[in-house]
């Protein structure tokens, strides 16, 4: 599955946006809040990035000046995670998916709740969901890119896979509901959903994927 370095990077820039030229306690705090969250969020598990966040995450107990003065070297982890996605060095969660691996990846979902990291694990179960909708495609012979090459979005698949009876009604409305909170993690919405609405689409996920195999 192609790696969707665009959209990768369309976020990066945004978070890196937002986090320029603040100032006040209010701003500075969002701003670091955010870096940290689209490092969880973006870098993958185990790398470098999420190794040196760790201590950054401390400079929260320091308050608005310690984490004003952590705000620009995390900005520059972001911007270094930004280039090796454009220079095509890391890899997605939705790239390294695939059927048989379905579980590691939900098991990591699992750790990650464990650990109260609710945003992540959204992401973690969406881009399982998503990379298990496009396989239901190839299964179902429907294509998976537009005609200017590139991808379909997910709920377009969700509807196509519908339409051709690949599940049933109330499968694509779960579907959907899975989508959007994945979706509501992957922009910042953090205060839009519950850690309790994770776990049920961490379980729902689970269930789709061993009725509808792909």
């Not at 520059?76 to 691996?101: F, K």
């Not at 495609?137 to 090459?149: A, F, L, Q, R, S």
């Not at 409305?173 to 993690?185: F, G, I």
Request: aromatic share 8%; hydrophobic share 40%.
């Amino acid at each position: 599955m192609p790696l969707d370095q665009s959209a990768i990077i369309k976020q990066i820039d945004d978070v890196l946006g937002k986090s320029a030229n603040v100032a006040g306690p209010a701003e500075v705090s969002r701003a670091f809040n955010v870096l940290l969250s689209a490092i969880h969020r973006l870098a993958p598990p185990g790398s470098v990035y999420v190794k040196n966040l760790k201590g950054y995450e401390a400079s929260q107990a320091g308050g608005i000046i310690e984490m004003s003065r952590k705000l620009e070297p995390i900005r520059g982890m972001l911007e270094a995670l930004r280039s090796d996605y454009e220079s095509g060095y890391q890899q997605s969660v939705v790239e390294l998916v695939h059927a048989d691996i379905f579980a590691d990846f939900l098991e990591m979902a699992t750790y990650l709740l464990e650990q109260n990291y609710k945003d992540p694990a959204a992401v973690v179960v969406g881009s399982v969901l998503e990379a298990h909708l496009r396989k239901l495609c190839e299964k179902h012979n429907i294509t998976v890119d537009k005609p200017d090459g590139k991808p379909k979005k997910a709920e377009a698949l969700n509807t196509e896979l519908k339409a051709a009876e690949a599940y049933t009604l109330l499968d694509q409305k779960s579907v959907t509901a899975w989508l959007e909170l994945r979706n509501n993690a992957a922009h910042g919405h953090y205060d839009k959903y519950e850690n309790e609405q994770v776990v049920l689409m961490l379980q729902g996920v689970r269930d789709f994927a061993a009725r509808y195999s792909a």
